[in-house]
DNA sequence: TAGATTGTTAATCGATTAACAATC
DNA sequence: TAGATTGTTAATCGATTAACAATC
């Protein structure tokens, strides 16, 4: 633990939430076989002014040197700890409909950390199908599974009607973290985290800065 | 057009960002029968305060009556209108993986307004396969088809090599929206509006706050 | 060395909130 | 009328940016 005595304040979570974005740059130019990059660079890159870039990450340390920038293995190194990214989470995906097999699919999960363990549903003629290399469990045995494994994340692929229903069953469980895909606001203890993803919020969002007379 | 001689300062993105949720509380409400609502409880449903709420549908006028709250009917259509929802928009979906396979299927488009037209694909042995009442078209006829339907709004559900490639094909064509599920930032000129899907941005976000040790 | 770029400070800018007169 | 709740103002709070000394 470090100095208790003076007051830290909490890092804003609109810095945190700009990691992930860092990061991915990192590695997508790391990818091409860049060794360092500079604050200029990667808000170019995404577009925001380099001067956030340093002060985001001033609030961890100082990883860059003057005149050259930053070591890009080393600045990941960095972020995936900082993300708590240096060990794998073990998630479960909620609902086997067509949603939730492409998120047991897709195989963007598992080189980046989560590992897809179970999915499960309540239509009991999905379960035993295989959806990527997992088989669809019987919804009975959420808690069960999801206690005994020590399942952290929870991908929530089930209509809006049951989504309050099913994550207060993974809240008490023990599920930390919540990535919603139903339409619908959810209610949690201050403790777990939700993450929302409602596609047509999204082009809601983008259709107030359209033209609607262009054809 | 209103007074173009006094100055109007555009109305902040983050605010037009929560219309969105404010419209989907208040439909959900709607639904379960209720007539009006006021600030208060729609705060209490989504998780801020009564004054933002109030302040951010004060930038485009006065929709409530003191004493009584918000006529939810009429302030839905407001919403609605502001939104630029008050019309079907034409939707096309890039990539008939398993994420495009679940978007094309999704019944939570056309009901509120967006309207899957297309779903095309470069393996030409996906094409012709139907896909949510879709056929997957060829990705040659990307062009031809999207300008010939004026579709203005593009799913962009193709693996991240190939995202900024198609995102230039889509925008020479006159797309003016693009969600995009690939995880890669998108360079688009300033008129194109964008939005970003990546689950793992979320996931990676959300890591941040949880407790490795626990289970 | 000269040029580049960091981390940090202070100023600016913008968003949220508390408070309240107006009024249904 | 009494109670409730709006729309708006001004104060507060927080985030972004410009600028620059430090230094690689």
């Known amino acids: 633990m470090s100095n208790s005595l003076v007051a830290m304040p909490a890092i804003p979570d ?3 939430g700009r ?3 860092y990061l991915r740059a990192l590695i997508y130019m790391k990818n091409q076989g860049q060794l360092t990059t500079s604050s200029n660079e990667l808000g170019r890159r995404l577009g925001m002014s380099s001067a956030q870039i340093r002060k985001d990450l001033s609030h961890f340390g100082e990883f860059g040197k003057q005149g050259t920038g930053y070591h890009i293995n080393y600045l990941v190194d960095q972020l995936r700890q900082i993300l708590k990214l240096d060990q794998e989470w073990r998630v479960a995906v909620i609902g086997a409909g067509f949603l939730g ?3 047991a699919n897709y195989n ?7 590992h897809i363990s179970w999915i499960f549903d309540s239509d009991i003629t999905k379960v035993g199908e295989d959806m ?17 494994e020590g399942t952290q994340i929870a991908l ?5 009607e049951r989504a309050q229903a099913v994550t207060d069953r993974l ?9 919603n895909y139903a339409p619908i606001n ?3 203890p201050p403790d777990v985290q939700v993450g929302y993803s409602d596609p047509v919020v999204q082009l809601q969002h983008m259709t107030y800065y359209l033209d609607a007379s262009r054809s």
Chains 1, 2 share one sequence.
Request: zero cysteines.
């Open 14 to 16: 609109i810095v945190i």
């Open 19 to 21: 990691l992930p974005l």
């Open 101 to 103: 097999h492409a998120l």
């Open 108 to 114: 963007g999960f598992i080189h980046r950390g989560f």
């Open 132 to 148: 990527g290399g997992v088989v669809v469990q019987p919804m009975d045995e959420l808690e069960e599974t999801i206690a005994r």
């Open 156 to 160: 929530l692929a089930v209509p809006a």
């Open 171 to 179: 809240v008490k469980t023990g599920v930390q973290a919540i990535l």
């Open 186 to 188: 959810l209610t949690v």
